[in-house]
Nanobody
Framework: QVQLVESGGGLVQPGGSLRLSCAAS????????MGWYRQAPGKQREWVAT???????NYADSVKGRFTISRENAVNTVYLQMNSLKPEDTAVYIC?????????WGQGTQVTVSS
C-alpha cells in the first residue's frame, strides 16, 4: 500500500500562487509515476500533471506554462507549484501515484481562487 497526504491548499486571489505538496509513505518502492488531478464541483475529475520515475513531466493544456510539477526524492514528496491562478483553477486537488498495475489516491486539498 501507498499512502498519500496532500497539503498546501487554500484561498488565493486571481493571479496569485500556491504550492501543493504530496507526501508519500508505505510501499513507495517502484512507483512508476506521481501526479495531480483536480475535481471542481459538478465536474469530472481531470488530470493536471504527471512526473515519472525518470523525471519526465507532462501537463494538461489548461495549466501548461503556469503550473510546475517537481519531486524531492529524499523526503518522498511531490510538489505542484501553481502560478497565475485563475478562478477556473478552483477545485479539490488530488495526488495520485501509480505502481503498476495499481493507482493510489490521496484525500485531496481544496484550492479556491477568488477575489
Amino acid at each position: 500500500q501507498v499512502q498519500l497526504v496532500e497539503s498546501g491548499g487554500g484561498l488565493v486571489q486571481p493571479g496569485g500562487s500556491l504550492r501543493l505538496s504530496c507526501a508519500a509513505s508505505g510501499s513507495i518502492f517502484s512507483i512508476n509515476a506521481m501526479g495531480w488531478y483536480r475535481q471542481a464541483p459538478g465536474k469530472q475529475r481531470e488530470w493536471v500533471a504527471t512526473i515519472t520515475s525518470g523525471g519526465s513531466t507532462n501537463y494538461a493544456d489548461s495549466v501548461k506554462g503556469r503550473f510546475t510539477i517537481s519531486r524531492e526524492n529524499a523526503v518522498n514528496t511531490v510538489y505542484l507549484q501553481m502560478n497565475s491562478l485563475k478562478p477556473e483553477d478552483t477545485a479539490v486537488y488530488i495526488c495520485n501515484a501509480v505502481r503498476l498495475p495499481t493507482q493510489y489516491w490521496g484525500q485531496g486539498t481544496q484550492v479556491t481562487v477568488s477575489s
